[in-house]
């Protein structure tokens, strides 16, 4: 069965400061996607990235960057140089083939409160 | 990546009424999926609709309490039956849209049962 993990449950940073988003995962299968997507206090669910598992590189785009490390199963996410509009919750996200139908899991989510 | 009109963002409903939630995408999908967001809680699927089969239902969740159609290939409802306050959540609707746009979600509809 497949897993994602986010231990940080609320984190509240100072504008302007660098803050880091962790996702830990599980899975059985070798081809599997990950995903971070942003929920701004509207609800709506916008999507950040998509990861799959032989891809290693990290990626940056603007402000945003992600670390996908396949030996520690993480695929961690940072902002650089917060601002009060990246207040919301983050989820990560998880899907493989072994789920059959693609569907997501998501972790319980990060609640990121940047303070100006 | 396709845009999806969900409706209606928000309701207030009578216990024991029943809600239709429409989700509409502007381009052909194959699979479409519901979920739910309790307050304070992470997303949980609810079904998977594929256009001219049965929905197919996560544990925890039966076809009489939330009945799916999915007509086409750019439309489908979720019907909250008989509701109780317990089913206060945000329901969003998603297409599966293979390449670099991932799976994109409604907007999503807001429901409070009194």
């Known amino acids: 069965a497949q897993k994602v993990t986010q231990a940080q449950t609320e984190i509240s940073v100072v504008e302007k400061e660098d803050v880091t988003l962790d996702c830990v995962y599980e899975t059985r299968d070798t081809t599997y996607y990950l995903f971070w997507y942003k929920q701004p206090p509207s609800g709506e669910l916008v999507f950040l990235i998509r990861?799959?598992?032989?891809?290693?590189q990290n990626e940056i785009s603007g402000r945003y960057s992600w670390n996908f490390q396949k030996s520690t199963s993480s695929f961690n996410f940072t902002i650089t140089a917060s601002q009060v509009v990246d207040s919301a919750v983050y989820f990560c996200?998880?899907?493989?083939?072994?789920?059959?139908?693609?569907?997501?899991?998501f972790g319980k989510g990060t609640k990121l409160s940047v303070i100006p | 990546s396709a845009v999806i009109s969900q409706k209606p963002s928000r309701d207030i409903c009578q216990r024991g009424t029943s809600l239709t939630i429409q989700c509409q995408v502007d381009s052909q999908v194959t699979m479409m999926f519901w979920y739910r967001q309790q307050p304070g809680q992470s997303l949980t699927l609810i079904a998977t609709?594929?256009?001219?089969?049965?929905?197919?239902?996560e544990s925890g969740f039966v076809i009489d309490k939330f009945p799916i159609s999915r007509p086409n290939l750019t439309f489908s409802t979720l019907t909250v039956s008989n509701m109780s306050p317990e089913d206060s959540s945000i329901y969003l609707c998603?297409?599966?849209?293979?390449?670099?746009?991932?799976?994109?979600f409604g907007s999503g509809t807001r429901l409070t049962v009194v």
């Open positions: 998603s297409v599966d849209e293979t390449g670099a746009y991932g799976y994109t």
């Open positions: 609709a594929n256009q001219g089969s049965e929905a197919t239902y």
């Open positions: 990861r799959n598992s032989f891809d290693e």
């Open positions: 996200a998880l899907t493989d083939s072994g789920a059959g139908s693609y569907q997501l899991t």
